[in-house]
């Protein structure tokens, strides 16, 4: 099983700043099968970026992801007062689904 | 309007059973695998189980293997997960989520609200 990091627990920032989130794999996620959630209290997540750089549908452009291999991003160009949330990573390659645990962005 | 909505949680004794049911509108159902996750209190996400659009293949994550089961209605456009020999570390939200594709291979772009199963005597 892949096994998902996410750094850091806890992120805290200004609205205006730039949030950068990571996710490391325990081995190679294939063909980038690595996808974004954002989840806010009390709400199912929501779906940000799959194939670990496409945007969903709807999502503003300041959610940006990259990466390959083991190591993957998501950025937030300039946080909004909406996007104060907890961010999750999930891998889906071979039939085999992980989560990491999570990193919450809270406000400074 | 695209649409999950669950239902068919509430309280159940260890050891026993419950069946959760998550309704889908707004598109075609019988098009896309579909996922069930869940989200114990103040936890974090994880995977329970998968099926295919037409229901002929199964996934489950290991510690609910034999335990549940998932499965669909393509003629009433439902999911279902039948929970057994359930235990006090399935509490959690259960959510039901769309995958991207017909096979389960991508992401999961549409989630319903979710129901809470509590496991108590």
């Known amino acids: 099983e892949i096994v998902l990091t996410q750094s850091p627990g806890t992120l805290s920032l200004s609205p205006g700043e730039r949030a950068t989130l990571s996710c490391r794999a325990s081995?190679?996620?294939?063909?980038?099968?690595l996808a974004w959630y954002q989840q806010k209290p009390g709400q199912a997540p929501r779906l940000l970026i799959y194939?670990?750089?496409s945007r969903a549908t709807g999502i503003p452009d300041r959610f940006s992801g990259s990466g390959s291999g083991t190591d993957f991003t998501l950025t937030i160009s300039r946080l909004e007062p909406e996007d104060f949330a907890v961010y999750y990573c999930?891998?889906?390659?071979?039939?085999?689904?992980?989560f990491g645990q999570g990193t919450k962005v809270e406000i400074k | 309007e695209v649409q999950l909505v669950e239902s068919g949680g509430g309280l159940v004794q260890p050891g026993g059973s419950l069946r959760l049911s998550c309704a889908a509108s707004?598109?075609?159902?019988?098009?896309?695998?579909m996922h069930w996750v869940r989200q114990a209190p103040g936890k974090g996400l994880e995977y329970v189980s998968a099926?295919?659009?037409?229901?002929?293949?199964?996934y489950y994550a290991n510690s609910v293997k034999g335990r549940f089961t998932i499965s669909r209605d393509n003629s009433k456009n439902t999911l279902y997960l039948q929970m057994g020999s359930l235990r006090a570390e399935d509490m959690a939200v259960y959510y039901c989520?769309?995958?991207?594709?017909?096979?389960?291979?991508?992401?999961?772009?549409?989630w319903g609200q979710g129901t809470m199963v509590t496991v108590s005597s």
């Open positions: 989520a769309r995958d991207r594709t017909g096979y389960p291979l991508d992401a999961f772009d549409i």
């Open positions: 707004g598109f075609t159902f019988s098009s896309y695998a």
């Open positions: 099926i295919s659009s037409n229901g002929g293949s199964t």
């Open positions: 081995q190679s996620v294939s063909s980038s099968y």
């Open positions: 194939g670990a750089s």
């Open positions: 999930q891998q889906y390659g071979s039939f085999r689904w992980t």
